[in-house]
């Protein structure tokens, strides 16, 4: 992941070193790369236009140090622009307020959602709140029973969903379940399908309606790129997303997602999912990234 996106940038900040300033004439010319380099990893093309028009913007600008190295500067530069890019500050799932807190996971199948939500239970419970898992997703064959076992094998509790019921009935009977057994909060996996379809997206709708969730994770395959941004916005007009949960980071995907998603949609990666372990999943820190993309 971002490793060709390392190179390139790296390649670019060398050819600063060993200049005296930084001019219009090196500044544009590293620009030009450093919009390469973003095109290539497939970040969306507007947003690699507002990135180097900000880079360029700050290389030329007065807050530029004098006496220091400009490779340094143009590094320091880069590496701002790029945290700003993914979100800025690390965005804390809000789950406070009154019990339980509802979460519902939404997303293309396949994205990594069932897993997803079994890993967001497993951080949860480490720090130390109930989570409840709501299988709600009836139409993928097995993703109940996929989910039914990861909760066995993590001792967490699981709504006893079957695939006759009807996911709105899901999500409102487990909600009340959960009250009554005074669990924090409920993680409700639903339904996906292979393209976006109205009648999945009213379905979400009422879930939202009766269950009203403080968060409405979008769960993406970091693999898909752009395609994950563009249904991540549809998703966003339709349900009003409250974050991201970017999926399979641990793939050789080129970064185009992780680095459009927030500028597209407004809605900042909360997490990401490192592998199939059910461990395997880490709060986003958009410095940290910056830090392993500049490293
Ligand atoms: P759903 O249809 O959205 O519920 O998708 P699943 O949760 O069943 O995940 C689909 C596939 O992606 C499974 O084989 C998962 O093990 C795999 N998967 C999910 N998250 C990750 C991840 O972060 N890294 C890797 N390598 N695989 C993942």
């Known amino acids: ?20 300033t930084l001019n219009d004439e090196n500044v544009q010319a ?13 970040v ?4 690699v236009k507002e990135f180097v028009a900000r880079v360029g913007e700050k290389c030329l600008g007065q807050d530029v140090l004098k006496g220091v190295d400009p490779a340094q500067q143009v590094i320091k530069i880069v590496h701002d622009e790029l945290v700003e890019l993914l979100g800025g500050d690390t965005t804390e799932l809000n789950i406070s307020g009154s019990k339980p807190a509802v979460i519902m996971m939404v997303g293309l ?10 890993k967001l239970a497993n951080l949860l419970r480490k720090q130390n709140k109930k989570p409840f898992l709501v299988p709600a997703d009836v139409y993928r064959p097995a993703a109940i029973d996929q989910l039914q076992t990861l909760a066995k094998q993590l001792g967490i509790p699981a709504y006893n969903s079957t695939p006759d019921m009807n996911p709105v009935d899901i999500a409102s009977a487990a909600l009340a379940e959960a009250k009554e ?47 994950a941004v563009t249904v991540a916005e549809s998703f966003n007009e339709q349900l009003e997303i409250s974050g991201v949960v970017l999926t399979k980071m641990d793939g050789d995907a080129r970064g185009g997602a992780a680095l459009s998603i927030k500028s597209v949609t ?12 059910l461990s395997e999943m880490e709060i986003f820190h958009p410095d940290r990234i910056a830090g392993r993309i500049l490293g």
């Open 1 to 20: 992941m971002f490793e060709t996106l390392s190179d390139r940038l790296n390649g670019v900040f060398e050819k600063f070193s060993g200049q005296k």
């Open 30 to 42: 590293g620009l030009r790369e450093v919009r390469l380099a973003l095109l290539e990893a497939d």
């Open 44 to 47: 969306n093309f507007k947003v």
């Open 109 to 118: 199948q396949g994205s990594g959602k069932t897993t997803s939500s079994a």
């Open 181 to 227: 057994q005074e669990y924090d909060v409920v993680l409700i996996d639903t339904a996906g399908r292979l393209h976006i379809d109205e009648q999945l997206m009213e379905e979400l709708a009422t879930i939202k309606r009766n269950v009203t969730p403080q968060e409405i994770l979008f769960v993406a395959d970091a693999m898909t790129g752009q395609d």
């Open 266 to 277: 407004g809605k900042s990666v909360k997490f990401v999912g490192m592998g199939e372990k």
